[in-house]
């Protein structure tokens, strides 16, 4: 069973870019990483995906994203074309690969910041990826 690297993902990009970057990344998977139903519901200020159970980030080594009631829901105030940033909770097994997450950011041109605290083998991560290139991947390995 693996340690897992908790935190937070951030999504920077236009709400077309965060909208298509999110559902063709995310995708719903059961405990034994079988596909499950996901639903989206986008009524013009507001995009909802509705899980059957845990969201995964295709592409990744057991990138998650875990809510009680498996439910993600931002709402967009602004121009299409205005910026936006979303936030979501995160979790992946042991450490957190900033090159898996390359590749997403390049082919859907968002930028990208995952803060996690693992706590088994004593580490913060912080990873910073702007317009497909890491600007930042820091790993503090603390003592208790």
């Not at 870019?17 to 013009?44: A, H, P, R, W």
């Not at 059957?52 to 980030?57: I, P, S």
């Not at 390049?106 to 497909?132: A, C, L, N, S, W």
Request: aromatic fraction near 12%; proline fraction near 2%.
């Amino acid at each position: 069973m693996p340690n897992w690297a908790e935190g937070t993902i951030k999504v920077r990009g236009t709400k077309n870019q965060i909208i298509d970057y999110l559902s063709d990344t995310l995708e719903c998977v059961d405990f034994l990483g079988n596909d499950m139903k996901i639903e989206i519901l986008d009524d013009g200020t507001t995009i909802t995906f509705k899980g059957e159970d845990v969201f995964y980030f295709k592409g990744t080594q057991r990138g998650f994203v875990r809510t009680e009631d498996n439910i993600l829901s931002f709402d967009f105030w602004g121009e299409p074309e205005t910026i936006e940033i979303i936030e979501m909770p995160f979790k992946q097994a042991w450490a957190v690969e900033a090159s898996e997450f390359v590749k997403l950011s390049k082919k859907h041109g968002v930028d990208i910041k995952i803060f996690t605290f693992e706590r088994g083998m004593g580490f913060t991560q912080e990873i910073e990826i702007i317009k497909g290139k890491i600007t930042r991947n820091k790993t503090i390995k603390y003592e208790n």
